[in-house]
């Protein structure tokens, strides 16, 4: 029942946020095939709570006591914030790197999953962002040993055309 009412919050706060925030801007860099449409205006620096002390410049922040994912452009302008569920295995907080992409793929839970941008590595468990495929909501709890922080379609293609390779991702508390 407690599982019921957990995905039933999830996924009602994400389509709230998902109303709220604009399409993420092109960004330079690989991009999905899917990926097509005009950029929406970027939010005002600051809004959505971004966390202080979450850095300067373009970065992907994520919030592990929030569940929730910002991305800032090189201004400190919040282009999308977002929530998500988080995987299993949380990194430290800390700053990482982009450091590998997949259009498509299966996560370590089995579910088919798109837009993966991974950024970490904890014990031999890979950590990143993604989205189910097929427009699957993305609820529901971890499976114990995963690493996937699961975003929406919308918020995974998002994330998808910001990341590119090496972009700086900040987690914090």
């Given at each position: 029942?407690?599982?019921?009412?957990?995905?039933?919050?999830?996924?009602?706060?994400?389509?709230?946020?998902h109303?709220?925030?604009?399409?993420?801007?092109?960004?330079?860099?690989?991009?999905?095939?899917?990926?097509t449409?005009?950029?929406?205006a970027?939010?005002?620096?600051?809004?959505?709570?971004?966390?202080?002390?979450?850095?300067?410049?373009?970065?992907?922040?994520?919030?592990?006591?929030?569940?929730?994912?910002?991305?800032?452009?090189?201004?400190?302008?919040?282009?999308?914030?977002?929530?998500?569920?988080?995987?299993?295995?949380?990194?430290?907080?800390?700053?990482?790197?982009?450091?590998?992409?997949?259009?498509?793929?299966?996560?370590?839970?089995?579910?088919?999953?798109?837009?993966?941008?991974?950024?970490?590595?904890?014990?031999?468990?890979?950590?990143?962002?993604?989205?189910?495929?097929?427009?699957?909501?993305?609820?529901?709890?971890?499976?114990?040993?995963?690493?996937g922080?699961?975003?929406?379609?919308?918020?995974?293609?998002?994330?998808?055309?910001?990341?590119?390779?090496?972009?700086?991702?900040?987690?914090?508390?």
């Open positions: 029942m407690l599982t019921g009412a957990a995905l039933t919050t999830v996924v009602t706060l994400g389509l709230r946020a109303q709220e925030a604009p399409p993420a801007p092109r960004s330079p860099g690989p991009a999905s095939p899917a990926a449409g005009a950029a929406a970027p939010e005002r620096p600051g809004s959505r709570g971004l966390p202080a002390r979450s850095g300067a410049g373009e970065r992907v922040v994520y919030s592990l006591g929030r569940d929730r994912v910002w991305l800032v452009d090189a201004r400190g302008g919040v282009r999308r914030a977002f929530r998500v569920v988080p995987g299993a295995v949380d990194p430290a907080p800390g700053r990482y790197a982009v450091t590998s992409r997949s259009l498509r793929g299966v996560g370590a839970d089995g579910t088919p999953i798109e837009h993966v941008v991974r950024f970490a590595d904890v014990r031999g468990v890979v950590v990143g962002f993604s989205a189910p495929r097929d427009g699957a909501p993305a609820a529901g709890g971890p499976a114990p040993g995963t690493g922080i699961r975003a929406s379609g919308p918020d995974g293609l998002a994330m998808w055309d910001f990341a590119a390779l090496g972009t700086r991702v900040v987690v914090v508390g």
